[in-house]
């Protein structure tokens, strides 16, 4: 197998046989020539030229194309043709987990590889049905479909339009930024409680029986229950065991695809030996033949709420994972990736993909590296394994029909394993401990609540933790350690010289309306704890970044206390676009221009000057 090297990139001149695609100078170069030489002379006015550059912007596949080489081919057809050997496995066993028809994996295989291949930014990643994803799906799909698999289907399908919706709008209204606002604590606990529903939504199907889903605990408690009753199917266990144990050991293996072993050797002991009658395995059975067609998801009124909620969680998990990858190979392909235009490229194949019964998909952090492994250089890898999966379904689609259904959930049981997070919480834990406790809470209420609700408790830990900061910042009051240049906090240089009438106050955060009382509050604190009469506060705001209406009301106010008791308010080091705003807020009606200062030192030496 062929391994991308980062340091082969294009260049000017002669291009090397084994050569990736790169972000350097060379594909400008091409890029440009290649847009000249599809073009006429006629095709002059700058208009037309820059319709074409967004349209390219938006449709990065066709950018590609526009400077493929010949040398990448082979590595794009061969790297498909054994990528295609994980997706068919594990596309069915998510889509079993996600409680819809094991066909409806191969459908969201084929259909968001071929859309991303054109909207999609990063030139390796793969998509598709994801273990992240399955308890959410799941936990909207199997109340409300009632067991009936075309209901499940629709519901799938309105979810993967939802999140593609919201996907596309958030891109184009470029708020690629949004997933950046889940600290890395949160993510890891939200993340270890879906691995651990997803784990325990296996356990049933891998000890060949079934419990009516309830919760991750309660389901839990029903297994047990299950197991202490004598209602598990021994063979069904050792093939799932087996195949568990196989996928694991096989894990780090480039050269053999461990899943693809295991399901089909499971597969293959169940036809031979007939275990489906004789030993009542269940198994996958006939998946129809044919590719999917065109169908507009229909449901119920009263299921519409719950899978607009579970559309936008799906949305907000997707992508969360998604552009944390495509950074990750974007730099070791030495390609820029734009995170709104990632948002974009995964909404159109979510939006597409539930029209063609298929049901939320993601990227993949098990299934990329197997592409990269393999050679890949462009997204024609995932075309060509789309097409595999199509002529599968096309010629042989009851090649398959003896997957058993305790390996299926062996698939989804290894993969939710390696989505738990345990060595940097021990680090996390070691340096932050609040954070860590801050992921553990996240990871119980996904684990206790499902994983709605409990990604819906982790946006608003999100949330409050975003605030935190700003809500309750530092401040310090300044004053001159001897031999340190500088003004620094008094807490931490208890000897430092302070200037007799003189405060000088430090607020390290941006000054708006859920913190502004307290600004005012330790202003006034530090007026009263000073040692001698205040005649002057000085502000160092370097660390204010912004101030809103509200703050600047609470700073009008606080000049007038102060000024009732012959205080001055100064500010040193503020941003010139903060003063602007104060400026457009009418402040510098009160507040004169000589109150403002570049450096402390310069608001210091006016105090000693003018006292």
């Not at 968001?112 to 990643?125: K, M, N, Q, T």
């Not at 399908?157 to 709008?169: D, F, K, N, Q, R």
């Not at 235009?341 to 590296?369: D, K, Y």
């Not at 506060?537 to 206390?561: F, H």
């Amino acid at each position: 197998m062929v391994r991308m090297n980062p340091e082969n990139s294009p260049h000017i001149g002669p291009v090397p046989a084994a050569t990736g695609p790169s972000a350097d100078g060379a594909d400008g170069v091409r890029e440009l020539a290649a847009r000249s030489a599809g073009s006429s002379g006629a095709r002059s006015p700058a208009r037309k030229i820059g319709i074409e550059d967004r349209w390219l912007h938006w449709t990065p596949g066709i950018r590609t194309l526009l400077v493929y080489e010949a040398s990448w081919l082979g590595h794009d057809v061969v790297a498909g043709l054994v990528l295609a050997t994980m997706l068919v496995p594990v596309g069915i066993a998510y889509a079993v987990a996600s409680g819809l028809p094991g066909i409806c994996g191969l459908y969201a295989t084929i259909v968001p590889l071929l859309v991303y291949a054109v909207f999609g930014p990063s030139r390796i990643l793969v998509l598709g049905p994801d273990s992240a994803l399955a308890a959410v799906i799941l936990g909207i799909v199997l109340p409300l479909s009632g067991g009936d698999p075309q209901r499940a289907i629709a519901l799938g399908g309105l979810m993967a339009l939802v999140s593609g919706t919201v996907l596309i709008l958030a891109g184009l209204a470029r708020l690629g930024f949004v997933t950046e606002l889940l600290s890395k604590p949160i993510r890891y606990g939200y993340m270890n409680g879906i691995a651990l529903t997803v784990l325990i939504s296996q356990l049933p199907k891998l000890f060949g029986f079934s419990v009516e889903s309830t919760g991750p605990l309660r389901d839990l408690w029903a297994i047990g229950g299950a197991i202490l009753a004598g209602r598990t199917n021994w063979v069904a266990l050792a093939i799932g065991v087996g195949t568990l144990a196989t996928i694991l050991l096989l894990k780090g293996s480039k050269r053999v695809p461990g899943i693809l072993v295991a399901v089909v050797g499971a597969a293959i002991l169940v036809g031979m030996f007939d275990l489906a009658d004789r030993r009542n395995v269940s198994v996958l059975g006939p998946l129809p033949q044919g590719l999917p067609g065109f169908v507009i998801p229909w449901i119920e009124l009263n299921d519409l709420i719950p899978v607009l909620v579970g559309g936008c969680a799906v949305a907000m998990v997707s992508f969360a994972d998604t552009s944390v990858l495509s950074r990750v190979y974007a730099a070791r392909t030495r390609t820029a990736v734009d995170p709104n235009q990632e948002m974009a490229g995964l909404g159109a194949a979510n939006l597409v993909t539930g029209f063609f019964q298929g049901f939320p998909i993601s990227s993949s952090s098990s299934r990329t590296p197997v592409a990269e492994a393999a050679g890949a250089r462009t997204q024609l890898t995932g075309i060509v394994g789309a097409l595999a999966i199509a002529l599968l379904l096309l010629v042989a689609p009851n090649l398959l029909r003896n997957l058993p259904t305790a390996a299926l959930a062996a698939v989804v049981i290894a993969s939710a394993i390696g989505l738990f997070e345990v060595a940097d919480l021990k680090r996390i834990h070691h340096i932050q401990r609040w954070e860590f406790w801050l992921s553990i809470a996240c990871f119980a209420g996904v684990a206790v609540l499902g994983a709605i609700p409990g990604i819906g408790l982790a946006i608003v830990i999100a949330i409050i933790e975003f605030l935190w900061d700003g809500w309750r910042p530092y401040s310090a009051v300044l004053g001159r350690p001897a031999g340190i240049e500088g003004y620094h906090d008094v807490t931490r240089y208890p000897d430092a010289s302070r200037i007799p009438g003189l405060v000088l106050f430090r607020w390290d955060a941006p000054l708006f309306f859920a913190n502004a009382e307290l600004f005012r509050e330790r202003v006034l604190a530090a007026v009263a704890d000073s040692p001698t009469p205040v005649g002057c506060v000085v502000v160092a705001a370097a660390p204010v970044t912004s101030v809103d209406v509200t703050a600047a009301d609470v700073l009008t106010e606080l000049d007038e206390a102060l000024l009732a008791h012959g205080i001055e308010l100064r500010f040193a080091e503020l941003k010139d676009p903060v003063k602007d705003k104060l400026r457009r807020f009418g402040l510098f009606e009160q507040f004169e221009e000589a109150r403002f200062f570049p450096t402390i030192d310069a608001a210091v030496s006016r105090y000693r000057a003018t006292t």
